[in-house]
T-cell receptor, first 112, second 113 residues
Framework: DAKTTQPNSMESNEEEPVHLPCNHS???????IHWYRQLPSQGPEYVIH???SNVNNRMASLAIAEDRKSSTLILHRATLRDAAVYYC?????????????FGKGTTLSVSS | DSGVTQTPKHLITATGQRVTLRCSPRSGDLSVYWYQQSLDQGLQFLIQYYNGEERAKGNILERFSAQQFPDLHSELNLSSLELGDSALYFC????????????FGPGTRLTVL
């Protein structure tokens, strides 16, 4: 499986944008980039996914490098509720219906 | 609310005992996954069921077993419990296809004393 590298931790202030990086230099052409997050004492939740083009949804934006070897999850205005562990996960389209492989993720702290 | 329910929320038991954790997937989801999260191991996949059949196994101990019933709910059975089995156990469900988003339940916190 292609691996991802994320910083262990990041800090942000409330109402400021947050850019969470993920490196995946061995990504294959059919790998989707997924982001999940886990709030304290809760189960992981899906955030966003993309293949080649940048993606936006109500929670976040995903910016994918042109060579696809890295991506960035963007929270446009961090809130205290965004403090969580963020996981960047690659999944090939032949991996639909298989388990998610979680790394250590990035622990995001948000200060008021 | 993900639509996935898990019971009980907390479970405290003694070493050597057996417990059963229950998961009800989102309506329409055929796949159920079980994950274990401990402080030192992070989130690890245990086992997957699809429409009643075992689909894949991860790092599941022989003392652990699971099943998925005709109504698609699933149970994870943990036996001969050891202190090291203390962890959060999450169930997730998905409908399949691409991107196959998984929806996680709130988890069961198991404490083995």
């Amino acid at each position: 499986d292609a691996k991802t590298t994320q910083p262990n931790s990041m800090e942000s202030n409330e109402e400021e944008p947050v850019h969470l990086p993920c490196n995946h230099s061995t990504i294959s052409g059919t790998d989707y980039i997924h982001w999940y997050r886990q709030l304290p004492s809760q189960g992981p939740e899906y955030v966003i996914h993309g293949l080649t083009s940048n993606v936006n949804n109500r929670m976040a934006s995903l910016a994918i490098a042109e060579d696809r070897k890295s991506s960035t999850l963007i929270l446009h205005r961090a809130t205290l509720r965004d403090a969580a562990v963020y996981y960047c996960i690659l999944r090939g389209n032949n991996q639909a219906g298989t388990a998610l492989i979680f790394g250590k993720g990035t622990t995001l702290s948000v200060s008021s | 609310d993900s639509g996935v329910t898990q019971t009980p929320k907390h479970l405290i038991t003694a070493t050597g005992q057996r417990v059963t954790l229950r998961c009800s997937p989102r309506s329409g989801d055929l796949s159920v996954y079980w994950y274990q999260q401990s402080l030192d191991q992070g989130l690890q996949f245990l086992i997957q069921y699809y429409n009643g059949e075992e689909r894949a196994k991860g790092n599941i101990l022989e003392r652990f077993s699971a099943q998925q019933f005709p109504d698609l709910h699933s149970e994870l059975n943990l036996s001969s419990l050891e202190l090291g089995d203390s962890a959060l156990y999450f169930c997730a469900s998905s409908v399949g296809g691409v991107p196959d988003t998984q929806y996680f339940g709130p988890g069961t916190r198991l404490t083995v004393l």
